[in-house]
């Protein structure tokens, strides 16, 4: 049984998008129901997956049996266990915390919308756990095109936000095909363990460097890395709560983690960070990423769209630790990874609710909101905590492991631009928590602020948004296990 | 397809990009005079006799068209068409909200 966890990690969520489909169809009350209890079996089989691959280093499954070059292969280890595991709790508590979301805005389109979110989240875990580089496109592909329903329900605005997304996350999906063509005529397989025995011989011939050039193009579209981020604020801005609280914090996470597995398992270190001499660029790309991400932050009135601009930052502190190529800079990366997954998650299921009970998402509805919303308001500020970076978060973890890599390596701009990043986002946050604490409504006279009732969220979405801020504390206070158990094994530097 | 304001003639830019990718990869399947991707069997009905004959004897790799880029370009295809479905859809959505195919002029009716 436990040999085929991997497989079970893609079948549970395939097969409860088809059973939410045809019993929605039947009975629509069932969907629901259905729906939860396949993320529960999900979350149950990827931690079996982390705790076998914790224990007995990476597994294999060959689908249908076949060999390896041959068949296509599912390959677990370290960095792939725990973001499946992400992806599965941040599926669990995204669908639980917008229950209430979809009973008000979408009543009639439940069965669909349900379905299409199963059918991503069998891309998101697909991508992360396949050991074939076509598959991975595949499952790219299966991604894109729930994503583009899923913002489009939001109607109005959302469709020419997912118009522009398609146009885009295509041309992004046929760069990384292309890029995979170019590599599989040179070297006639598709696996990535036995491209990493192939490629070595090859790493002087152009067409390898071009395909990793076309791929790493179409990934840095699909990432919304700046400056092919354009479709991101808008797409995930315009959609509704439910769908952006689980998009936005795992679809451009996992498009990272392919760009790390293409980099160190299917090319080399020495490939990535020697021979093709791209490093310094990128890595002042991120810096200029991280500063324009936070620049444009500032200019928002829409809390939606603010985090929107945060998360391009987000990917430039990633791309660029990844690509200093040193230890520090990966291990930053990494743990950032899992950081910003759990920061994201908290911070848009509070946007989400705040929308749910005062009908709005722009800084200004956040007026008095702690003395109304408590418990949603203290997750969003260890949320927003987390992105400055403060100790005892996750954030200063991440940032410290980032800015010690940039230092080492020498890229200077890089640590310049998290510190500023750090600052600007210190203004964000505090301008909203100001505004949450002390602006007062045009009737209200200091007396009657004594008599302000606390109007909370429904518990079915405080519970899940209190638990992710309070795993964010418990991830910056256990770094060093995770960092030691699950990330140390796999960089290769 | 960026410079084309209507959106239908941007969806059919996306097309062809699609449609060339599967091209090229097609295109590399091709060798010199070799024939489609199926076993030429001599002809001797089935059976366990035609299983060993088939293990015996190697394949003649240069007398055939690699199968195997045709068969990542059936999965391509229909992601293409899935992919066209979904943007004609959304252009039809687009018309009914904004009464425009043009993309300056929803653009303008979005901005205000």
């Not at chain 1, 669909?112 to 992360?128: A, D, E, Q, V």
């Not at chain 1, 408590?374 to 905590?385: N, S, V």
């Not at chain 1, 310049?416 to 928590?433: K, P």
Request: proline letters at 4%.
């Amino acid at each position: 049984m436990e040999s085929q966890l991997p497989i079970f990690v893609i079948l549970v969520p395939l097969f409860t998008a088809f059973a939410a489909c045809l019993l929605g169809i039947a009975h629509p009350k069932f969907t629901l129901p259905t729906v939860i209890g396949g993320l529960f079996m999900l979350v149950f089989a990827t931690l079996g997956t982390l705790l076998k691959v914790l224990e007995s280093g990476t597994l294999r499954y060959g689908l249908g049996n076949w060999p390896r070059p041959v068949g296509i292969e599912f390959v677990v280890d370290e960095l792939n266990a725990m973001l499946l595991f992400l992806i599965a709790i941040a599926a669990l508590f995204g669908t639980v915390h917008s229950i209430p979301v979809v009973r008000r805005d979408l009543d009639e389109q439940q069965v669909p919308f349900y379905t299409l979110l199963m059918l991503l989240i069998t891309g998101l875990l697909g991508m992360t756990i396949t050991g074939d580089i076509f598959n991975i496109y595949v499952m790219i592909e299966i991604t894109a095109l729930s994503t583009y329903a899923l913002v489009a329900l939001a109607g109005g605005r959302a469709y020419m936000a997912a118009f522009q997304y398609i146009i885009i996350g295509s041309i992004g999906a046929g760069f990384y095909l292309l890029g995979v063509g170019f590599i599989y005529i040179k070297t006639g397989s598709l696996n990535i363990a036995h491209l990493h025995t192939i490629l070595p011989s090859l790493y002087d011939s152009t067409a390898i460097l071009v395909g990793f050039g076309l791929i790493l193009t179409g990934l840095f579209i699909k990432m919304a890395m700046f400056p092919l981020h354009g479709w991101l604020p808008n797409a995930y801005s315009t959609s509704l709560g439910p769908v952006s609280s689980i998009a936005a914090p795992l679809a451009t996470k996992v498009m990272l983690y392919v760009m790390l597995r293409i980099m160190i398992s299917v090319f080399d270190p020495h490939f990535t960070f020697e021979i093709l001499g791209i490093s310094t660029f990128l890595v002042t790309l991120s810096a200029v990423a991280i500063v324009a991400g936070g620049v444009y932050a500032l200019a928002q009135t829409d809390i939606k769209r603010m985090l929107t601009y945060i998360i391009i930052a987000e990917i430039g502190y990633m791309v660029g630790g990844i690509w200093l190529g040193n230890h520090s800079g990966m291990v930053g990366a990494v743990f950032h990874i899992i950081n910003d997954v759990l920061a994201m998650l908290c911070l848009f299921m509070v946007v989400s609710s705040i929308e749910f009970k005062t009908g709005g998402q722009s800084r200004w509805h956040l007026k008095r909101l702690f003395a109304k919303m408590p418990f949603t308001m203290t997750a969003f500020c260890i949320g927003c905590f987390t992105l400055i970076g403060i100790p005892p978060t996750s954030g200063f973890v991440s940032k410290w492991y980032l800015i010690t890599g940039g230092i080492e390596a020498g890229q200077f701009a890089f640590p310049a631009a998290l510190i500023a990043a750090s600052l600007i986002n210190a203004i964000l946050v505090f301008r909203m928590i100001e505004i949450s604490h002390c602006h007062m409504e045009r009737a209200m006279t200091p007396e009657s602020l004594e008599d302000i009732e606390m109007d909370e969220a429904p518990l079915v979405m405080v519970v899940p948004t209190l638990i992710v801020a309070s795993l964010l504390l418990v991830v910056g206070l256990s770094s060093q296990t995770i960092i030691n158990r699950l990330i140390l094994p796999i960089i290769p530097l | 397809m960026i410079v084309k304001k209507n959106l239908f003639k941007k969806v059919i830019g996306m097309a062809i990009f699609q449609t060339a990718t599967i091209f090229f990869y097609i295109g590399t399947s091709f060798k010199k005079g070799a024939t489609i991707p199926i076993l030429e069997h001599h002809a001797e009905g089935h059976g366990d006799h035609h299983i060993a004959d088939h293990a015996a004897t190697a394949i003649e790799s240069t007398l055939y068209a690699n199968p195997l880029p045709h068969v990542l370009m059936l999965t391509a295809i229909v992601v293409g068409v899935a992919t066209l479905g979904v943007a004609l859809v959304l252009i039809e959505r687009i018309y009914e909200t904004y009464g425009s195919n043009e993309e300056d002029e929803i653009l303008r009716k979005l901005n205000h």
